[in-house]
T-cell receptor
Framework: GESVGLHLPTLSVQEGDNSIINCAYS??????FIWYKQESGKGPQFIID?????DKRQGQRVTVLLNKTVKHLSLQIAATQPGDSAVYFC??????????????FGQGTRLTINP | GAGVSQSPSNKVTEKGKDVELRCDPI?????LYWYRQSLGQGLEFLIY????????KSGLPSDRFSAERTGGSVSTLTIQRTQQEDSAVYLC????????????FGSGTRLTVV
């Protein structure tokens, strides 16, 4: 069945370094992918999305890369800050016309920024 | 309201009891989603509302789970005869028209069944 998963459950990096969080997906029909950040006690917060017809998209300090050949997605965070410590989820969506645009989420990676 | 509001934030209940979880979406958002997040896991889709109707209930794990939405606004997720495996964080999201890119999540209700 459909699944989205992450290679590593935890990741620790030094403040100021760059971090890369990976995600594998299995549904080649997915139309776009979203990265969410979830801080303790809060709901997931949208970070960035990428459509399936793109390879790369950049935001503020974040870059998402999509490799459709190997069904791999990554989130790069540049110059990490203490506030980046959180659990990061990738999610995939298959547009279904006017139907429910529900997301399939991965397990999540806990990112810890060390001072 | 300014965001999606869920209540209670925490709920501890005894096995076998019924519980009701409430979600107040952002005003004007027609689509409302319920997800469940077990410890250390990703989010599991439960049910989707467009207005007051639920075109997709495919994620409800058993007939002990039900949800309704009234007035195109507030939604209630009801779990009957709770079991320990129901312990999780229940998250609600709303979006203006149903598009997943426009999701705004609430902070969730942490349910613990003892």
């Amino acid at each position: 069945g459909e699944s989205v998963g992450l290679h590593l459950p935890t990741l620790s990096v030094q403040e100021g370094d760059n971090s890369i969080i990976n995600c594998a997906y299995s549904n080649s029909a997915s139309d776009y992918f979203i990265w969410y950040k979830q801080e303790s006690g809060k709901g997931p917060q949208f970070i960035i999305d990428i459509r399936s017809n793109m390879d790369k998209r950049q935001g503020q300090r974040v870059t998402v890369l999509l490799n459709k050949t190997v069904k791999h997605l990554s989130l790069q965070i540049a110059a990490t800050q203490p506030g980046d410590s959180a659990v990061y989820f990738c999610a995939e969506n298959t547009l279904k016309g006017q139907g429910a645009q529900k997301l399939v989420f991965g397990q999540g990676t806990r990112l810890t920024i060390n001072p | 309201g300014a965001g999606v509001s869920q209540s209670p934030s925490n709920k501890v209940t005894e096995k076998g009891k019924d519980v009701e979880l409430r979600c107040d979406p952002i005003s004007g958002h027609t689509a409302l989603y319920w997800y469940r997040q077990s410890l250390g896991q990703g989010l599991e889709f439960l049910i989707y509302f467009q207005g007051n109707s639920a075109p997709d209930k495919s994620g409800l794990p058993s007939d002990r789970f039900s949800a309704e939405r009234t007035g195109g606004s507030v939604s209630t997720l009801t779990i009957q005869r709770t079991q320990q495996e129901d312990s999780a964080v229940y998250l609600c999201a709303s979006s203006l028209t149903g598009g997943a890119l426009g999701y705004t999540f609430g902070s969730g209700t942490r349910l613990t069944v003892v």
